[in-house]
């Protein structure tokens, strides 16, 4: 195992085409950013609001959430029909392979709009939204941005990542577009019978991307995919099932305590 991490941390330059793109060749800007984004969310921005009304962003929200909307339902639409991998084994391509650009396109214009996500906490609190800023919100949006940047820089774009990538771009194309509703219309917000099915596609696609992890890690030990990788892709699903399910039954589940 430790000869493996070695092995993967000797290649810095695993695509050094995609080492070029802006935010993806020094590591110090995405820490900064994570930084930054860590101490505005859980400290400086709880003090810089403390004497200050709540922000109105209904429009800020709205371009916002329909921005997200689209360019997921774009991203997912590319990685569906573009790169050209074998489920049972998913590599990264050869540099030389003929589709290696939209690889790399898809790929760095998924973990720029992971960056982007970032908003979504400093607009909860900009708006007062103290309560929606949880540790599963705080520990999902910041662990893509930091896995998604280390693993493309250190391994390559794509290969078995691909399928979170499709996934979750399918999950976060919903999901913003309810996003964009509800700021349009926020009087509808509480009677969209279908939000709580947003948390159950998140759920599915942690669960789908475990059993692939599981199915190569068992079935296809011939797979040359980084094992290190597989087992912390399977840990990550496992984990974001276990909060994803926590959030679900005590949003949607547990009986309300009833108001006298």
């Known amino acids: 195992m430790f000869n493996k991490l070695i092995d993967i ?25 994570l930084i930054s984004y860590m101490y505005f969310v859980l400290k400086c921005g709880k003090l810089f609001m403390a004497k200050r009304e709540a922000y109105k962003l209904k429009t800020v929200l709205m371009v916002y959430n329909v921005y997200n909307a689209m360019v997921f339902a774009y991203i997912f639409y ?16 050869q540099l030389d392979d003929p589709h290696k650009n939209v690889e790399r396109y898809i790929s ?20 007062k939204s103290y309560k929606q800023i949880t540790f599963l919100h705080v520990y999902h949006h910041a662990m893509m941005v930091f896995a ?25 194309a919903i999901m913003y577009y309810y996003y964009f509703i509800s700021a349009m219309y926020p009087s509808l917000k509480q009677s969209i019978w279908w ?6 596609t998140q759920l599915l696609q942690f669960v789908l991307i475990g059993a692939q992890c599981l199915w190569i890690l068992v079935y296809n030990q011939q797979c ?8 912390g892709l399977l840990i990550q699903s496992v984990t974001f099932i276990i909060m994803f399910s926590n959030f679900y039954y005590h949003t949607y589940v547990k009986p309300k305590p009833k108001v006298k």
């Not at 810095?12 to 900064?32: E, F, K, R």
């Not at 992971?114 to 909860?124: E, M, P, Q, R």
């Not at 939000?195 to 159950?200: A, E, G, N, R, V």
């Open 195 to 200: 939000k709580q099915y947003i948390t159950i």
């Open 148 to 172: 998604v940047y280390w693993v493309s820089r250190l391994y390559g774009f794509g290969a078995q990542f691909a399928v979170l990538g499709l996934l979750n771009s399918f999950v976060h």
């Open 224 to 231: 040359k995919f980084p094992k290190l990788l597989q087992f």
């Open 78 to 93: 590319h990685m569906f029909i573009e790169p050209k991998y074998d489920f049972r084994c998913m590599e990264t391509m």
């Open 9 to 33: 941390l000797n290649r810095p330059n695993a695509d050094p085409v995609g080492a070029t793109y802006p935010l993806m060749g020094s590591a110090w800007p995405m820490t900064l950013i």
């Open 108 to 127: 760095y214009a998924y973990y720029i709009n992971k960056v982007i996500d970032l908003l979504d906490t400093v607009f909860f609190v900009l708006r």
